[in-house]
């Protein structure tokens, strides 16, 4: 089924240079961008994004982090987006990402993990209308 998944190039990424690279790895995987924004996010967008880990030990440290700086949210589109973006992104935690996965290819921790991506069909669609209306 083709949908769509909400993606994240998280600060990190964005920092270093990586945006081309990854917009790349996904067209490869024909996973198409269908919106595109960079944008520095507030505290308070972020924390709205994450609420479902409101109260985790790493909730303050994650928001803090995705409002940094700027990232570049995208809406990708494709055959089965929502798990195969989860696929080419990775294991949350690089150190057990699949080789060939953007986090094991890019990111240098569990918290600066590079990419975000949607976990679920119910979620992308939450997602992309908390940032895409
Ligand atoms: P996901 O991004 O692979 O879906 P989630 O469990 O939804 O992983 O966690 C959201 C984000 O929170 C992760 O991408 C990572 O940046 C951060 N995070 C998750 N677990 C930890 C942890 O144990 N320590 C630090 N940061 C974490
Ligand atoms: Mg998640």
Do not use: W
């Not at 769509?4 to 961008?33: A, C, M, Q």
């Not at 985790?56 to 409002?67: A, G």
Request: hydrophobic share 40%; charged share 30%; aromatic share 8%.
């Amino acid at each position: 089924m083709i949908e769509r998944t909400l993606s994240i190039i998280k600060p990190d990424g964005v920092e270093r240079h990586l945006i081309g690279k990854i917009i790349s790895k996904f067209e490869e995987n024909e996973l198409y961008p269908v919106r595109i924004e960079m944008k520095h996010l507030t505290q308070k967008e972020a924390e709205g994004f994450y609420d479902v880990h409101v109260g985790k030990p790493f909730f303050n440290e994650l928001v803090s982090f995705m409002s940094s700086s700027p990232v570049v949210l995208m809406v990708l589109e494709g055959e089965d987006a929502v798990a195969k973006n989860r696929k080419i992104m990775g294991a949350t935690n690089p150190a057990n990402a699949e080789e060939g996965t953007l986090r094991r290819m890019y990111a240098k921790s569990i918290d600066k993990n590079t990419v975000h991506g949607s976990d679920s069909l119910e979620n992308a669609k939450k997602e992309i209308a908390y940032f895409f209306g």
